[in-house]
């Protein structure tokens, strides 16, 4: 890493999962091996194939915004909003109380990777059986995945950049990497970062049944996300939302800010493969974890732990544990690796943040999260996968991957704080 560079913190939390509505109760479940998927209640899955999904459960999106408000907003921006203030409250951060040039200098990079399909498949049908007519006036505000940001800026007056970048299930570890370049290079003092999905509904669940992604294992539930498991046979939808905090460090240190980890490395890199195949040597995987390491300018041996993006699909999880291999020789045998969407699902456009977080998280408790629901050894994974149960073990150095439909590929690399 070039020393020259500003160097960037995380200093805010929030996450809104199928296994918890707040970062604490997020870490206690998966500290408890807890599943969160179940039959689906948000539709009549009596035509589909995949009957269950990681819903959010308990959230009212009126404990946390206006009802005329939330009326206006997709599920998935209901989220992102619904999230924020716990993530200012983490950080310690009122915005009633920031100066008109800290609000210049506050960023917002939040988004989703399918955006607001709940919105599109209602007002689809509406111009199909009465008319263009009675289309809502808020239905484009309402599916484009930008809006997230928009919103949270708006209601809080951030003028920072604005925007999100949408890489499928890349898309929040895409914020969370511009956000990390943006503050690193001075046009920013703090960043808002991360995503929020909300793709439960009977076209988003049709839509990756179609594509062949989705477990079916509809007799079991909650251990059918079963990552490296020679059983697996797909992934189990989630929705929620994540947002990290970033802020410059000499920033944090003069409001005495709470320092969960440090950022000091990025990686990027396509498959040029398959629109939904990875690379099956893992090639773009490790390019990605390659990079992030170079730019922080350390070796692949100093890592404790890499939260992988673990899908529990055939070839993901074989083409990622390649990389791995690949990368760390040996070593490969020796860290930790685990998928936390064992427990939660894959929040798809959210899950790179909420991962994120489950991966400071085990730096800063020096425990490792678990895979769940392992039952059949695959020969093709064959590393630590922490599987079943949660492991001590002082995390330094900890990766977190996240990759999407298109071949895109996101490494986030963190070191414990110190001053």
């Given at each position: 890493?070039?020393?020259?560079?500003?160097?960037?913190?995380?200093?805010?939390?929030?996450?809104?999962?199928?296994?918890?509505?707040?970062?604490?109760?997020?870490?206690?479940?998966?500290?408890?091996?807890?599943?969160?998927?179940?039959?689906?209640?948000?539709?009549?899955?009596?035509?589909?194939?995949?009957?269950?999904?990681?819903?959010?459960?308990?959230?009212?999106?009126?404990?946390?915004?206006?009802?005329?408000?939330?009326?206006?907003?997709?599920?998935?921006?209901?989220?992102?909003?619904?999230?924020?203030?716990?993530?200012?409250?983490?950080?310690?951060?009122?915005?009633?109380?920031?100066?008109i040039e800290e609000k210049e200098n506050?960023?917002?990079?939040?988004?989703?990777?399918?955006?607001?399909?709940?919105?599109?498949?209602?007002?689809?049908?509406?111009?199909?059986?009465?008319?263009?007519?009675?289309?809502?006036?808020?239905?484009?505000?309402?599916?484009?995945?930008?809006?997230?940001?928009?919103?949270?800026?708006?209601?809080?007056?951030?003028?920072?950049?604005?925007?999100?970048?949408?890489?499928?299930?890349?898309?929040?570890?895409?914020?969370?990497?511009?956000?990390?370049?943006?503050?690193?290079?001075?046009?920013?003092?703090?960043?808002?970062?991360?995503?929020?999905?909300?793709?439960?509904?009977?076209?988003?669940?049709?839509?990756?049944?179609?594509?062949?992604?989705?477990?079916?294992?509809?007799?079991?539930?909650?251990?059918?996300?079963?990552?490296?498991?020679?059983?697996?046979?797909?992934?189990?939808?989630?929705?929620?939302?994540?947002?990290?905090?970033?802020?410059?460090?000499?920033?944090?240190?003069?409001?005495?800010?709470?320092?969960?980890?440090?950022?000091?490395g990025v990686g990027l890199s396509a498959?040029?493969?398959?629109?939904?195949?990875?690379?099956?040597?893992?090639?773009?995987?490790?390019?990605?974890?390659?990079?992030?390491?170079?730019?922080?300018?350390?070796?692949?041996?100093?890592?404790?732990?890499?939260?992988?993006?673990?899908?529990?699909?055939?070839?993901?999880?074989?083409?990622?544990?390649?990389?791995?291999?690949?990368?760390?020789?040996?070593?490969?045998?020796?860290?930790?690796?685990?998928?936390?969407?064992?427990?939660?699902?894959?929040?798809?456009?959210?899950?790179?943040?909420?991962?994120?977080?489950?991966?400071?998280?085990?730096?800063?408790?020096?425990?490792?999260?678990?895979?769940?629901?392992?039952?059949?050894?695959?020969?093709?994974?064959?590393?630590?996968?922490?599987?079943?149960?949660?492991?001590?073990?002082?995390?330094?150095?900890?990766?977190?991957?996240?990759?999407?439909?298109?071949?895109?590929?996101?490494?986030?690399?963190?070191?414990?704080?110190?001053?």
């Amino acid at each position: 890493m070039d020393n020259s560079k500003r160097r960037v913190v995380i200093t805010g939390l929030s996450a809104l999962t199928p296994i918890g509505l707040s970062v604490t109760e997020f870490w206690n479940s998966m500290m408890e091996s807890k599943s969160g998927a179940a039959p689906i209640t948000k539709f009549d899955t009596s035509k589909s194939e995949t009957k269950f999904a990681c819903e959010l459960k308990g959230f009212d999106v009126n404990n946390y915004l206006d009802r005329k408000a939330a009326r206006r907003l997709d599920p998935f921006c209901q989220y992102a909003m619904a999230a924020t203030p716990a993530l200012l409250q983490d950080a310690g951060i009122d915005p009633e109380k920031l100066t008109i040039e800290e609000k210049e200098n506050f960023g917002v990079i939040v988004g989703s990777g399918i955006g607001g399909i709940q919105t599109f498949d209602i007002q689809s049908v509406i111009n199909h059986t009465q008319g263009p007519n009675r289309v809502s006036p808020f239905f484009i505000p309402m599916l484009i995945p930008d809006l997230a940001a928009g919103q949270i800026s708006i209601n809080y007056g951030f003028k920072g950049p604005n925007y999100c970048t949408v890489s499928a299930c890349a898309t929040s570890n895409n914020n969370l990497i511009d956000s990390f370049l943006l503050i690193q290079n001075g046009m920013a003092e703090i960043m808002i970062a991360g995503g929020a999905e909300a793709a439960i509904c009977e076209l988003g669940i049709a839509g990756f049944n179609a594509s062949r992604a989705l477990s079916t294992r509809n007799d079991s539930p909650e251990t059918a996300s079963r990552p490296f498991d020679a059983t697996r046979d797909g992934f189990v939808m989630g929705e929620g939302a994540g947002l990290l905090l970033l802020e410059e460090l000499s920033h944090a240190l003069k409001r005495n800010a709470r320092i969960y980890a440090e950022v000091i490395g990025v990686g990027l890199s396509a498959d040029a493969n398959h629109i939904t195949a990875p690379d099956p040597e893992g090639y773009g995987a490790l390019l990605a974890m390659k990079r992030a390491l170079k730019y922080a300018n350390v070796e692949a041996d100093v890592l404790d732990y890499i939260n992988m993006h673990g899908t529990a699909t055939p070839a993901g999880d074989i083409a990622e544990s390649k990389a791995i291999k690949t990368l760390l020789g040996e070593k490969a045998y020796t860290i930790n690796t685990s998928s936390t969407k064992s427990m939660t699902g894959h929040l798809l456009g959210a899950a790179g943040a909420v991962e994120a977080i489950a991966t400071i998280l085990a730096m800063v408790n020096s425990k490792i999260p678990p895979t769940i629901n392992f039952e059949t050894p695959d020969p093709d994974c064959d590393l630590n996968y922490t599987f079943n149960k949660p492991q001590e073990r002082e995390v330094n150095f900890a990766m977190s991957n996240a990759f999407g439909f298109g071949g895109h590929n996101t490494s986030v690399l963190f070191k414990k704080y110190e001053q």
